[in-house]
């Protein structure tokens, strides 16, 4: 079982900036996926951005130019950098890990940091 804990939410003013933190129970240079998503109240979850099984990383729309998603691996932490924030990007935010191996496919998610953005 690995765990994900997110850290970092809170309170932001439209235009402001927050970093959250994912930190892994396992390698994540091991991964094949991970990332970050969101929920808003009375909403679906949707992918924010995540590093990509091919190395890369892919953002949403809506989030392109402002948030940056990055990794450090001696500290097995994810990391989402949130700048410019709006009050649609108020959402409880959830870090996701993809593992393969021989026995298949491993899906985890974190409990979740609740990110509000108000003045």
């Known amino acids: 079982q690995v765990q994900l804990v997110e850290s970092g939410g809170g309170l932001a003013q439209p235009g402001g900036s927050l970093r959250l933190s994912c930190a892994a129970s396992?390698?994540?240079?091991?991964?094949?996926?991970m990332g970050w998503y969101r929920q808003a109240p009375g909403k679906e979850r949707e992918l924010v951005a995540v590093f990509t099984s091919g190395g890369g990383t892919s953002y949403a729309d809506s989030v392109k130019g402002r948030f940056t998603i990055s990794r450090n691996y001696a500290q097995n932490t994810v990391y989402l950098q949130m700048n410019r924030v709006r009050s649609e990007d108020t959402a409880v935010y959830y870090c996701n890990g993809l593992w393969t191996d021989f026995r298949g496919r491993h899906e985890y998610w974190g409990q979740g940091t609740q990110v509000t953005v108000s003045s």
């Open positions: 396992r390698s994540i240079f091991s991964a094949n996926v």
